[in-house]
């Protein structure tokens, strides 16, 4: 059974580009968080999804910060008009559904603004 | 009050050795309290994990400590490896229908042979 999936694991993003990060989640899964962790720093909860929804999105920026998960293919966090500040790791995790606590996370896509 | 304090933020045991991690909570609504292990470009695992209805965990050489009254939980791990090098997360959660996990700081384990 393969784990959590993101791509691309390395993202370079000049200044006011536009970064796409992937995840898919494990086979069965139809729940997907995403995560950002800043440098020396913990996790921060950005959002949860479920399959066309979003759940709770109070972690995300109000501005240039999106997220989706459609009902066909990866979930996807985007971030328009990048800035330096936006250069972290970004983490998804998924579950099999509400009420089951383990979150499985993906290895990260760490994005670098430049 | 969403926040999970962790300490302390480097830790260095000699192999064989016990390393302890510390973690403190203010909301008391939380009911869930994992222990994640990051290696160097990886995401978190989970490690062990714990509800307030019990003061102990074991699980092999991972043992979580928890203290509801003073709101407190740890990570014990015995007889340290080299192998267990790593960073470790302490988290909390309440299920508001979904767990929202709130991470500590992080804890960099080294053990050293």
């Known amino acids: 059974n393969a784990g959590v999936m993101q791509n691309p694991r390395h993202l370079v993003r000049r200044r006011g580009q536009e970064a796409r990060l992937r995840c898919s989640p494990m086979k069965g899964h139809s729940h997907v968080y995403w995560y950002r962790q800043l440098p020396e720093e913990g996790l921060k909860f950005m959002v949860y999804?479920?399959?066309?929804?979003?759940?709770?999105e109070s972690g995300m920026p109000k501005e240039r910060f999106s997220a989706e998960f459609p009902k066909e293919g990866p979930s996807i966090l985007r971030i328009q008009q990048v800035v330096r500040g936006d250069s972290a790791a970004y983490f998804c995790a998924s579950s099999p559904g509400t009420g089951t606590e383990t979150q499985y996370f993906g290895p990260g896509t760490r994005l670098l603004v430049l | 009050q969403q926040q999970v304090k962790q300490s302390p933020q480097s830790l260095i045991v000699q192999k064989g050795g016990i390393s302890i991690i510390n973690c403190a909570y203010e909301?008391?609504?939380?009911?869930?309290f994992p222990w994640y292990q990051q290696f160097p470009g990886k995401g978190p695992a989970l490690l062990i994990a714990?509800?307030?209805?019990?003061s102990e965990k074991k699980e092999g050489r991972f043992t979580i400590s928890f203290n509801k009254s003073a709101k407190q939980f740890s990570l014990h791990i015995m007889d340290s490896q080299p192998g267990d090098s790593a960073t470790y997360f302490c988290?909390?959660?309440?299920?508001?229908?979904?767990?929202?996990?709130?991470f500590g700081t992080g804890t960099r384990l080294l053990v050293s042979p």
């Open positions: 714990i509800r307030p209805d019990v």
């Open positions: 988290a909390a959660s309440l299920d508001t229908g979904f767990q929202k996990l709130v």
């Open positions: 999804l479920q399959k066309e929804n979003i759940i709770d």
């Open positions: 909301n008391t609504a939380f009911d869930y």
